[in-house]
């Protein structure tokens, strides 16, 4: 019985570890792009955004921001990312008016994101690996870097935006939508995922349940 016992113990001990490694190594993974407005209404200038959509307490430093030209697939802008998701579980990243501010309210980072019109793709990367990526227009004989299908080209001031927030089908049609009035930091509560700490607790939780159960069933 003894050695049962911490048997049972130890494996809870490296199940409980198996998932704790897999909820910070997929951190990052989860982080996608929700929003872009690239083309404001009136000057792009410091009224443009990239929203970001992912876990509470997500790091985000060392991730990049790319904007790939659609005419020859080259890269013309990379942004270095930097901070934290917060509890909203979204990140907004302002374009730089000029002096190190943006126009648009309550931006956690302020970086030039004045992505261009379509065609053209915005893709975020954690080094060599993309996590997420919107190519936007007509790519008919262009060079594309989105996912499945390439989103429309969005009239001035309209931005797109992702249907369901924290859905990724890996397809930019049918992920995202135009809107004629874009939401920069602002998603559905229920959308918001949980962070780590607290997935890894539920995790906890239903093993033990099942543990229990199992001691349970196996009787006295």
Sequence with gaps: ??????????????????????????????TIISEVLYDA??????NVFVELFGSPGTVLDG?????????????????????????????LIGDDSGDGSS??????LVRDVDFQNGPDSVVLRDGGSVLDAIGYGD??????????????DAPAGFSLARRTPSLDTDDNFNDFIELELPTPGNVPVSAVPLPPAAALFLSGIVGLAGVARKRGMAGP
């Design 1 to 30: 019985m003894y050695k049962t016992g911490k048997l049972k113990l130890r494996l809870q001990q490296n199940v409980c570890a198996a998932v704790a490694l897999m909820a910070v190594s997929s951190a990052q993974a989860t």
């Design 41 to 46: 209404a009136s000057s792009d200038n410091g």
């Design 63 to 91: 991730l990049l921001l790319e904007g790939v030209n659609g005419s020859d697939g080259s890269v013309y802008r990379s942004i270095s990312l930097s901070g934290v998701i917060g509890e909203s579980g979204v990140f």
């Design 103 to 108: 126009f648009i309210g309550n931006t956690d």
């Design 139 to 152: 790519f008919t004989g262009l060079f594309f870097a989105g996912e499945g299908n390439a989103a429309p």
